[in-house]
């Protein structure tokens, strides 16, 4: 069975930082683009990151998240990672792990159409 499960959220002040992860399972992670997006209330989702197969091995940033968000894998441990530096107000959103399962790369917009997603977690940034 298909899950991604995504842990790591909290609550953080402006500057701040987190680890989000997300657990892949019922597939090996490595031979496909995993992506990250968020959905703030009202608000229509944004992609802001994704990684691509570790043979294709590269990864993709949204603008508004460049600098400050790195995403990576752990093969061993099957996992993939989302560090978020200098976290900012309107980085607030829960944030989901999602794949197609069937491309190695990242899409454009980096958000997946179809395929899975997990449950996400919520990350919450205030003073």
């Known amino acids: 069975q298909v899950q991604l499960v995504e842990s790591g959220g909290g609550l953080v002040q402006p500057g701040g930082s987190l680890r989000l992860s997300c657990a892949p399972s019922g597939f090996t992670s490595s031979y496909y683009a995993i992506a990250w997006f968020r959905q703030a209330p009202g608000k229509e989702r944004e992609g802001v990151s994704c990684i691509s197969s570790s043979s294709a091995g590269s990864t993709s940033y949204a603008a508004s998240v460049k600098g400050r968000f790195t995403v990576s894998r752990d093969n061993a441990k099957n996992l993939v990672y989302l560090q978020m530096n200098d976290l900012k107000p309107e980085d607030a959103a829960v944030y989901y792990c999602?794949?197609?399962?069937?491309?190695?790369?990242?899409?454009?917009?980096?958000?997946?159409?179809?395929?899975?997603r997990g449950q996400g977690t919520q990350v919450t940034v205030s003073s």
């Open positions: 999602a794949t197609d399962l069937w491309s190695p790369y990242c899409p454009g917009n980096l958000l997946f159409n179809t395929g899975y």
